[in-house]
């Protein structure tokens, strides 16, 4: 259990070393320096606690089986020489039986000194197994087919979703269907199931009851890579890694050209800026995109999902992180692109949304509303609420 604790207490420390590193700038901006030295003080406190009483284990353990030895080497060297005075045994045979001896210990004091590293080691592996024998929340059927090339036509039937068996559902008896081109709006209050219906159609999680139908199909009985393979994914937080701009945007298509990534950079309006860095298209951008403003790290992941040339999208707040410029010229490049798409838009700000072909308005995990912008604002319902709330006259 110590070797346990000291792994436990060293996943700590390293989960608090990346927590500070990525939340740098947040810990300066509150000037709390201080108080995250006393909390990285505890934590390693608790670790050179851990420590200290593995050594406590290990420096009772080592003199045990050094004594045994010892031990064993007086025992034999003592009945050997009565013996030999005894003249049973010879000089030279004692000799030689206690040489054999040493010969025998020392191959057991080297392996008493590997049994810590040996601890430590099956200590790892314990937690490496546990997370091994996770089981996946989402699996793929072994006689899963591949998805033919979609048209577009999704359908929602009787969907009902909980997180973790919680047992209250964030999606409740929902019935949506989705026709090829359309361009349908999410939108509702913060945790009405907005984003958890676009994870649903990516698979993301499985309902716990009823099902998802791309083209007819239900996703439960097509491969996962068939399924996204066909979707582009642009989300609220913006994952990029720690490499070039042309390695970003031509992530997830293998053999992608350079003339493909200009052109989805060029339909961003990605091309500009990066056309202003020292390297171009070679630039590192660091960690987590680190290097980059949050406009251009949102330009980059929208350019990323439209070299895919998917044919469905899902755009989870997509131009959140935009100026009021570069969302005009994005609304844009998106309203031509999305021609004879299907795409899933989930939206805070209705101005995103006005010219979506259908916007669904959730409460709670259920659908309350639906139809066009002018239609909804026409029957004076939630959706209106919430336009009025954000363009008061």
Same mark, same amino acid.
């Given at each position: 259990?110590?070797?346990?604790?000291?792994? *436990? /207490?060293?996943?700590?420390?390293?989960? @608090?070393?990346?927590?500070?590193l990525?939340?740098?700038? *947040?810990?300066?901006?509150?000037?709390?320096?201080?108080?995250?030295?006393?909390?990285?003080?505890?934590?390693? /406190?608790?670790?050179?606690?851990?420590?200290?009483?593995?050594?406590?284990?290990?420096?009772?353990?080592?003199?045990?089986?050094?004594?045994?030895?010892?031990?064993?080497?007086?025992i034999? $060297?003592?009945?050997?020489?009565?013996?030999?005075?005894?003249?049973?045994?010879?000089?030279?045979?004692?000799?030689?039986?206690?040489?054999?001896?040493?010969?025998?210990? /020392?191959?057991?004091?080297?392996?008493?000194?590997?049994?810590?590293?040996?601890?430590?080691? &099956?200590? &790892?592996?314990?937690?490496?197994?546990?997370?091994?024998?996770?089981?996946?929340?989402? &699996?793929?059927?072994?006689?899963?087919?591949? *998805?033919?090339?979609?048209?577009? @036509?999704?359908?929602?039937?009787?969907?009902?979703?909980?997180?973790?068996?919680?047992?209250k559902?964030?999606?409740?008896?929902?019935?949506?269907? #989705?026709?090829?081109?359309?361009?349908v709006a999410?939108?509702?209050?913060?945790?009405?199931? !907005?984003?958890?219906?676009?994870?649903?159609?990516?698979?993301?999680?499985?309902?716990?009851?009823?099902?998802? $139908?791309?083209?007819? @199909?239900?996703?439960?009985?097509?491969?996962? !890579?068939?399924?996204?393979?066909?979707?582009?994914?642009?989300?609220?937080?913006t $994952?990029?890694?720690?490499?070039?701009?042309?390695?970003?945007?031509?992530?997830?298509?293998?053999?992608?050209?350079?003339?493909? #990534?200009?052109?989805?950079?060029?339909?961003a309006?990605?091309?500009?800026?990066?056309?202003?860095?020292?390297?171009?298209?070679?630039?590192?951008?660091?960690?987590?995109?680190?290097?980059?403003?949050?406009?251009?790290?949102?330009?980059?992941?929208?350019?990323? &999902?439209?070299?895919?040339?998917?044919?469905?999208?899902?755009?989870?707040?997509?131009?959140?992180?935009?100026?009021?410029?570069?969302?005009?010229?994005?609304?844009?490049?998106?309203q031509?692109?999305?021609?004879?798409?299907?795409?899933?838009?989930?939206?805070?700000?209705?101005?995103?949304?006005?010219?979506?072909?259908? #916007?669904?308005?959730?409460? /709670?995990?259920?659908?309350?509303?639906t139809?066009?912008?002018?239609?909804? #604002?026409?029957i004076?319902g939630r959706?209106?609420?919430?336009h009025?709330?954000?363009?008061?006259?």
């Amino acid at each position: 259990m110590k070797y346990r604790e000291l792994q *436990l /207490q060293g996943a700590a420390i390293n989960n @608090h070393l990346q927590e500070t590193l990525s939340n740098i700038k *947040l810990i300066k901006s509150s000037a709390n320096e201080e108080g995250e030295i006393d909390r990285f003080s505890q934590i390693n /406190q608790k670790n050179m606690q851990a420590n200290l009483r593995t050594v406590q284990l290990w420096s009772a353990f080592a003199p045990v089986i050094d004594f045994m030895n010892n031990l064993g080497h007086i025992i034999i $060297l003592a009945y050997g020489s009565w013996e030999v005075i005894q003249s049973k045994m010879s000089i030279g045979e004692l000799t030689a039986f206690l040489a054999y001896l040493n010969q025998i210990n /020392q191959p057991t004091k080297r392996f008493s000194k590997i049994i810590n590293v040996l601890q430590k080691g &099956a200590t &790892a592996l314990e937690r490496v197994f546990e997370t091994l024998d996770t089981k996946p929340e989402v &699996a793929e059927k072994e006689d899963a087919i591949i *998805l033919p090339e979609i048209k577009g @036509h999704i359908q929602f039937e009787n969907v009902d979703f909980a997180y973790n068996n919680s047992g209250k559902n964030v999606i409740n008896d929902l019935n949506l269907e #989705i026709q090829p081109g359309m361009t349908v709006a999410l939108v509702g209050a913060s945790g009405a199931g !907005k984003t958890t219906i676009a994870n649903l159609a990516a698979r993301f999680y499985d309902p716990i009851q009823g099902k998802i $139908l791309f083209d007819a @199909h239900d996703v439960r009985d097509v491969t996962l !890579k068939s399924l996204r393979g066909q979707m582009g994914i642009v989300s609220q937080e913006t $994952l990029l890694l720690n490499a070039s701009i042309k390695e970003n945007i031509g992530y997830g298509k293998p053999g992608v050209t350079d003339v493909e #990534i200009e052109v989805a950079a060029k339909i961003a309006h990605a091309h500009e800026f990066i056309m202003e860095l020292p390297d171009g298209y070679d630039t590192i951008i660091g960690d987590r995109g680190m290097k980059l403003s949050g406009g251009q790290r949102q330009r980059l992941a929208i350019a990323r &999902a439209l070299i895919k040339n998917p044919s469905f999208l899902i755009l989870d707040e997509a131009t959140s992180s935009l100026d009021t410029e570069s969302e005009y010229l994005i609304q844009q490049a998106l309203q031509k692109l999305l021609q004879n798409r299907t795409c899933l838009v989930i939206a805070h700000r209705l101005s995103t949304i006005q010219n979506a072909d259908m #916007i669904v308005v959730l409460e /709670q995990g259920k659908i309350i509303e639906t139809g066009t912008h002018s239609e909804l #604002i026409a029957i004076s319902g939630r959706y209106a609420y919430l336009h009025s709330m954000q363009f008061p006259q």
